[in-house]
């Protein structure tokens, strides 16, 4: 079952998106949850994760500015991403460390990214 983003987009520096991610089908549970970026002649690097139980993480380049959250009953993941910076621009990915559907569990599941843009 893959995970599907939506959000991305063209945005000047200051300027804010929420970028969100689902599974495309039914599933029976998912874990933790997060979005990496990978920016040109760049490694993929997390920007923020939350568990199931909501606990979150940030790389320090974005805390204080993006947000992220989760709606267990749609299995959902957003990132709101304020008082964006030209060096935000990168594909964002959507990742779940596991995800089960009936007694199918599946590890490392990735979006196919979506692309965000800051420039004036």
């Known amino acids: 079952v893959p995970l599907v983003e939506s959000g991305g987009g063209l945005v000047q520096p200051g300027g804010s998106l929420r970028l969100s991610c689902a599974p495309s089908?039914?599933?029976?549970?998912?874990?933790?949850m997060g979005w990496y970026r990978q920016a040109p002649g760049k490694q993929r690097e997390l920007v923020a994760d939350?568990?199931?139980?909501?606990?979150?993480n940030y790389a320090d380049s974005v805390k204080g500015r993006f947000t992220i959250s989760r709606d267990n009953a749609k299995s959902a993941v957003y990132l709101r991403m304020d008082s964006l910076k030209l060096e935000d621009t990168a594909v964002y990915y959507c990742?779940?460390?596991?995800?089960?559907?009936?007694?199918?569990?599946?590890?490392?599941?990735w979006g196919q990214g979506t692309q965000v843009t800051v420039s004036s």
């Open positions: 990742y779940t460390d596991r995800l089960r559907v009936g007694y199918e569990i599946y590890y490392d599941r």
């Open positions: 939350i568990s199931t139980e909501g606990s979150t």
């Open positions: 089908g039914s599933i029976t549970s998912i874990n933790t």
